[in-house]
């Protein structure tokens, strides 16, 4: 939580310094702020995946973690790296290559601490009860995860080199494995809140990671167009990448006929609204939007401006960002004893967010657009359709003021009713403890 | 309808047909096309001097290079051709925060050496074959 709200703080300065304003350039100058807005959005949504596949596999395994002390050190050791890493960027002290900016020595330690998570998980679900398929699609994409932040890893002296194998991380991440991840969050979501036969929802699971991959894998090819890479991706790029949002179209109609044919009616509102919310906007952010600009004669005007930064954000949010709020809003009350589902300060903090959100996306599209036709149509100067833009940014930062109250008071309720309540307290929920973040 | 075996078979088998062929793909690209494109036998020490310097300051935090990286400053890849060695080397070197219409860059001071060494990479970035990225402007729109 803290980390999310260091996250958004950053994306503050980040849009003022755009706006014109930059007073904190001597301090946090602009790469510094960028890195540090990504990387902590990587390391809570780990933390995020993390927390959900400790409380989701000893549930679905029907056994414990072997080790719930281990799992704790993990998870804030992950944290602290995560700090160390940002405060490294302050100094100036990174390996700068965009997304896996953190310094080498920390990239082994990251390593160290999510194979330490993996062994607990692959543990316990190999002494679990029982191995479903919701808990096996959840632990490949968590494996997946790990293995390719290893490519992300090898030194290149040829940039184009470096670009090719950076994606294989972070295309592979977030449009291969993440999704599987997400895949399993949401059918656990779906089982629990919608009472649909679980036999019914695991089958469309895997017919949904199964589209996800096809699509996906091939995907990677929009990565490579324009990076001194060979033309035959332009096509494959442009064809499996044009098929991506299939993957995302079939969760969010998963989400919503599993809800209408659901028969059983979940106390836990917020959870379903979460659930469904994220199924949705995934769709449209990382599904609807990344397919506006991925086509090549789209991307080949669009490639490396603002249009980019509005799919990521609503993608990311919708995608991710809403999941993990989803499965907190779940396992909050189980955990805490507290029945508070239908707090309404918790619903003004979803609609509030999902809007700052979308109007966050509309400021970036105008100013992506017109950047686009300003600088590569028309040929201007950088700076001078900076300047033409600037005016966006305005509008970015009213619409991101509506999006962190929604967070805050999200995160307020999190802090104020996180504390278990003791007397509702079942034994053998105390120690599942789902840290979301530090 | 699809039974629950068979749409297992269908990810399990989707999934490594395509993993087969992007690994494919990927070999061809990175043992031919991509050293072809790209001029990998021109890659002298300066240029991977020059990259390192590129990295360990994050210069993809603000610029774009190939059109990755952030979108507060200029792309680059075509910088050699549009700005020339002196102008680069007067910006790298500066002790003052370079800010040309008010935007500042960080004031990275770098010595002679290693300012010609960014240059010697823009210079072998230029060069790369990028399938035509980046566009060039529209003629019509021209003032």
């Not at chain 1, 980390?3 to 300065?13: E, K, P, R, S």
């Not at chain 1, 946090?28 to 990504?38: D, L």
């Not at chain 1, 692959?122 to 919701?134: N, R, S």
């Not at chain 1, 996306?361 to 900076?386: H, S």
Request: with cysteine; hydrophobic share 50%; charged share 15%.
């Amino acid at each position: 939580m803290l980390l999310i709200i260091l996250q958004i703080t950053y994306g503050f300065i980040m849009a003022f310094a755009h706006y014109g304003m930059d007073g904190l350039h001597a301090w946090v100058p602009f790469n510094a702020a960028r890195a540090t807005h990504n990387n902590l959005l990587v390391v809570w949504l780990l933390s995020g995946f993390m927390g959900a596949a400790y409380y989701i596999i000893p549930e679905e395994a029907q056994r414990e973690l072997v080790s719930v002390k281990l799992a704790y050190i993990q998870l804030i050791t992950l944290a602290i790296v995560g700090v160390v890493a940002i405060i490294g960027f302050h100094f100036n002290w990174w390996e700068g290559r965009k997304f896996l900016e953190i310094p080498r020595p920390l990239d082994y330690l990251v390593v160290v601490n999510v194979l330490t998570f993996l062994g607990i998980i692959l543990a316990t679900l190999y002494k679990g009860k029982q191995q479903t398929t919701t808990a096996m699609v959840l632990t490949m994409g968590l494996v997946f995860a790990a293995l390719l932040y290893l490519p992300g890893m090898i030194w290149f002296d040829n940039q184009a080199m470096d670009a090719f194998f950076r994606w294989w991380v972070v295309h592979l991440w977030v449009e291969g494995v993440w999704e599987l991840i997400m895949g399993g969050i949401l059918a656990f979501l779906l089982i629990k809140l919608t009472g649909v036969d679980r036999e019914v929802i695991e089958k469309w699971l895997y017919v949904i990671v199964g589209l996800t991959f096809l699509s996906g894998i091939l995907g990677t090819g929009h990565h490579y167009y324009y990076i001194g890479t060979p033309e035959y991706w332009l096509l494959i790029g442009g064809i499996f990448s044009a098929m991506e949002p299939l993957a995302f179209l079939g969760m969010a109609l998963f989400a919503i006929h599993m809800y209408r044919k659901g028969g059983k009616s979940h106390p836990n509102k917020i959870a379903l609204s979460w659930t469904l919310g994220t199924a949705i906007v995934a769709f449209a952010g990382a599904g609807l939007l990344g397919l506006a600009h991925t086509l090549p004669q789209v991307n080949m005007y669009t490639h490396g401006t603002l249009v980019t930064a509005m799919h990521g954000h609503l993608a990311f949010w919708g995608a991710y960002g809403m999941l993990i709020f989803a499965i907190i809003s779940y396992t909050m009350p189980l955990m805490t004893g507290r029945k508070l589902f239908e707090l309404p300060s918790n619903i003004y903090a979803f609609w509030l967010s999902l809007i700052g959100m979308l109007g966050m996306t509309t400021a970036f599209a105008a100013a992506g657009v017109a950047q686009v036709y300003l600088e590569r149509k028309v040929g201007l100067d950088f700076m001078v359709a900076q300047k033409e833009i600037e005016i966006h940014f305005l509008i970015l930062i009213l619409c991101a003021s509506l999006f962190t109250t929604g967070i805050l008071i999200f995160v307020y309720n999190f802090i104020k009713y996180g504390r278990p309540n003791e007397e509702a307290m079942q034994p053998e929920e105390e120690f599942e403890a789902v840290q979301p973040a530090a | 309808m699809l039974s629950k075996k068979q749409a297992k078979v269908f990810f399990l088998g989707g999934t490594l047909l395509f993993s087969l062929i992007f690994l494919g793909l990927s070999y061809e690209s990175i043992t031919a096309s991509i050293p072809k494109k790209t001029n990998a036998d021109q890659i002298s020490d300066a240029v991977i001097r020059g990259k390192h310097i590129w990295d360990s300051n994050n210069c993809m935090g603000c610029h774009t290079l190939l059109g990755e990286g952030a979108y507060y400053a200029p792309e680059l890849t075509k910088v050699y051709e549009r700005k020339g060695e002196t102008y680069i080397k007067t910006v790298l070197m500066s002790e003052k925060p370079w800010a040309p219409r008010g935007r500042q860059m960080v004031a990275y001071g770098l010595s002679e050496e290693d300012a010609n060494d960014v240059v010697e990479f823009f210079k072998w970035v230029n060069e790369m074959d990028l399938n035509g990225f980046p566009p060039k402007p529209s003629e019509a729109l021209q003032p």
